[in-house]
């Protein structure tokens, strides 16, 4: 069974760091692009990360560029969000997603949501 479970969310202040996990199973991630998405409450789903299948280019939309990082290890079959600094803003629902025909080739992947495989999710909420 194809599936993939985040984990690490959690209640953090403002300027705090949480390092989410997206665990692969079923399958093997190797050579998948990884997404990275976010809903926060009453708001529509944002991609806000992307990794290409080799590791070697990622993408960040502009609310997350320099303070979130997207990191692949495909020997534990895990991808990871390392999220630093983080907002209030930030205070979302937090998804991993992937797909054999999707690609993280540039900004305008990050839009791209029609992606076969989701995890449930998990909650990062940002507040004193």
């Known amino acids: 069974q194809v599936q993939l479970v985040e984990s690490g969310g959690g209640l953090v202040k403002p300027g705090g760091s949480l390092r989410l996990s997206c665990v692969a199973s079923?399958?093997?991630?190797?050579?998948?692009?990884i997404f990275w998405f976010r809903q926060a409450p009453g708001k529509e789903r944002e991609g806000i990360s992307c990794?290409?299948?080799?590791?070697?280019?990622?993408y960040y939309s502009e609310s997350v560029k320099d303070r979130f990082t997207i990191i692949r290890d495909d020997a534990k079959n895990t991808n990871y969000l390392q999220m630093d600094n983080l907002e209030p803003e930030d205070t979302a629902v937090y998804y991993c997603?992937?797909?054999?025909?999707?690609?993280?080739?540039?900004?305008?992947?990050?839009?791209?949501?029609?992606?076969?495989?989701w995890g449930k999710g998990t909650t990062v909420t940002v507040s004193t």
């Open positions: 997603a992937t797909d054999s025909n999707a690609y993280c080739s540039g900004y305008e992947s990050l839009r791209n949501d029609k992606l076969n495989y």
């Open positions: 990794i290409s299948g080799s590791g070697g280019t990622t």
């Open positions: 079923g399958f093997t991630l190797d050579y998948y692009a």
